[in-house]
């Protein structure tokens, strides 16, 4: 157990529709990472935020947001769904913003799917 | 561009040792890491090298030489629960955009009895 969460485990979907997920990262780390990762394809980095802000853009599409909270959990929204956006979606938390030595640890993702 | 390459699929045999190789190409250099992940699952953390040489933990080892932007793991005494995807990541420069990870794709390790 990483003791990052994620919820929900799973869900299913129709096209056009808006989800949300939710992680909520480690004691007393500061850093949330987000990734899709599609069925026999690489981590795809989307977002990550720092202590609130955002700190590093990926391949995040303009229909995709994400937010991280006061209480440092972050919530990742996937709006006008398409079949493509099937996949596991991963969080990641870290220590810090991104130093060297800072290693990133995953939650258990959710696994969407739009049908 | 930043690039990481790795060996798609890997067999191997209960007992053996296997070394998975990664190359890098990426705009400066702050370490290098190597998760495992079961199919389905959540990639965990295995290894960070950041200098030169080898670094060891119990049966899995990691190596790196930045001079030719290269790594290994070196797994010994496979079991039949490693098999799974081994991922390498770089961290480039630490600065901005760049200090996000460049991940792999991963090598898939299949261990047979």
């Known amino acids: 157990d990483s003791g990052v969460t994620q919820t929900p485990k799973h869900l299913i979907t129709a096209t056009g529709q808006r989800v949300t997920l939710r992680c909520s990262p480690r004691?007393?780390?500061?850093?949330v990472y987000w990734y899709q990762q599609s069925l026999d394809q690489g981590l795809q980095f989307l977002i990550q935020?720092?202590?609130?802000?955002?700190?590093a853009k990926g391949n995040i599409l303009e229909r995709f947001s994400a937010q991280q909270f006061p209480d440092l959990h972050s919530e990742l929204n996937l709006s006008s769904l398409e079949l493509g956006d099937s996949a596991l979606y991963f969080c990641?938390?870290?220590?810090?913003?991104?130093?060297?030595?800072?290693?990133?640890?995953f939650g258990p993702g959710t696994r969407l799917t739009v049908l | 561009g930043q690039n990481i390459d790795q060996p798609t699929e890997m067999t191997a045999t209960e007992g053996a040792i296997v070394q998975i190789n990664c190359t890098y190409q990426?705009?400066?250099?702050?370490?290098l890491f190597w998760y495992q992940q079961h199919a389905g699952e959540a990639p965990t953390f295995l290894s960070y090298?950041?200098l030169d040489g080898l670094e060891e933990k119990g049966r899995f080892s990691s190596f790196l030489s930045r001079s030719k932007g290269y790594s290994y793991l070196l797994l010994k005494e496979l079991q039949m629960k490693d098999s799974a995807s081994y991922l390498c990541?770089?961290?480039?420069?630490?600065?901005?955009?760049?200090?996000?990870?460049?991940w792999g794709l991963g090598t898939s390790l299949a261990v047979n009895p």
């Open positions: 990641a938390s870290s220590a810090r913003g991104g130093s060297s030595t800072d290693t990133q640890y």
């Open positions: 004691s007393g780390d500061l850093s």
């Open positions: 935020y720092y202590n609130g802000e955002e700190r």
């Open positions: 990426t705009s400066g250099f702050n370490g």
């Open positions: 090298n950041v």
């Open positions: 990541a770089v961290r480039g420069d630490n600065a901005g955009n760049n200090r996000k990870l460049i």
